[in-house]
């Protein structure tokens, strides 16, 4: 985790935040959106939203949990605005996980790959649901989604189960394998 | 296949991405942000003024309209555009702040962006309610006064096909705040 000092100015935050997670919220963007020209505007919005916040950043949490609250609260905004706009409605990992799977994803599945059709379940999710399961596949702990989700650790650990589940369901290996 | 991987190997894959942005240095952000408030606040005065214009423009048409009915309804056109520049004022107070993005968890920031919304949704009418009172009593004094008789059936047509409008956006936007309000409701369970 990333150790950090109070006292740091906005430009040293911001400085050792884009070194550190700069490929990690790229990552976080392409899980909110498809488009490539959307895309880059929501990812500089995220920057722009973490060099404001820097302004009132007071150490109570750690830098890591900093970063990406406020780069999954930029993009989920991002979300509600696109859900304005009349587009695709999103599921819930619940629904996600009991929903069939789509006809064409086996023959799709050469074509597009894993990381294409991993990326189409994460943005068809809620944006609490979606915000965990990028957490997860970052590699974060339980823990650690709790404290950026400001869910119970128990239901984090219930909502990973489920997103194991799922995503064991999507691959098509049986969920013992997904450890 | 490809989409074979246990979700174990998932991580890797997703992990396993390239950036595709460049790194913004110091000075490129710091230029976006000036330049994101500057528009922030030419959009909040453009409003501002777009409304006191309105009021200006209403007053004095109220002072020296010849029919009473018509002055009233201008003097309600007046303080209605004072009242919507008052519902932009709040609107753009209640905007999120920086810090708030890092302080509050996702659940907390999601659960109160949505209760956002479905107020705004709920209160939607409130911002056209300031202006069609006086806009009504304008066009009432106008047809008393006589001056509007050639023109009333296509008024009537008018102001039903914009009152149909307007009932339906009222409801859709009903609806959305229900579907908001489901969903607060789930998130809070």
């Known amino acids: 985790m990333t150790t950090l000092d109070v006292g740091q100015s906005q430009a040293d935050l911001y400085g050792e935040t884009s070194a550190t997670f700069h490929a990690a919220l790229d990552r976080l963007a392409r899980a909110y959106e498809a488009d490539p020209e959307n895309r880059r505007d929501l990812l500089q919005e995220i920057h722009l939203a973490l060099w404001r916040s820097f302004e009132g950043f007071d150490g109570r949490c750690s830098l890591r949990t900093w970063v990406y609250r406020v780069a999954h609260n930029a993009a989920a905004s991002h979300v509600v605005r696109q859900r304005k706009n009349f587009l695709s409605p999103l599921v819930s990992l619940e629904e996600a996980e009991t929903a069939a799977d789509p006809k064409d994803s086996e023959a799709d599945a050469d074509r597009r790959g894993a990381l294409e059709t991993l990326l189409e379940l994460v943005r068809q999710l809620k944006p609490i649901d979606r915000q965990i399961i990028v957490s997860y596949l970052e590699g974060l702990d339980a823990a650690a989604i709790a404290e950026i989700t400001a869910l119970s650790p128990s239901n984090v650990a219930t909502k990973i189960h489920r997103i194991k589940s799922v995503l064991a369901r999507r691959f098509h290996e049986g969920g013992s394998h997904a450890q | ?189």
């Open chain 2, 1 to 189: 296949m490809p989409n074979e991987l246990p979700p174990k190997d998932l991580k890797t894959v997703w992990q396993s991405q390239q950036p595709e942005a460049t790194q913004m240095s110091i000075d490129e952000i710091r230029t976006r942000a000036r330049n994101f408030d500057l528009k922030i606040r030419r959009r909040n005065l453009r409003e501002y003024i777009a409304a006191a214009l309105i009021a200006a423009a209403f007053t004095f048409f109220a002072w020296h309209s010849p029919s009473t009915i018509i002055r009233v309804g201008h003097a309600l056109v007046a303080a209605g555009a004072l009242y919507l520049g008052y519902q932009l004022h709040r609107r753009a107070s209640s905007k999120t702040v920086p810090r708030e993005l890092g302080a509050m968890g996702c659940l907390d920031f999601h659960l109160r962006q949505l209760e956002r919304e479905r107020i705004f949704l709920d209160n939607s009418w409130k911002w056209g309610i300031g202006l069609i009172p006086g806009l009504i009593v304008v066009m009432a004094g106008a047809i008393a006064a006589g001056y509007l008789a050639k023109a009333l059936p296509f008024l009537l047509i008018t102001c039903l096909w914009i009152g149909t409008w307007l009932w339906m956006m009222l409801k859709r936007n009903k609806r959305k705040a229900r579907t908001l309000q489901r969903e607060i409701d789930e998130l809070r369970a």
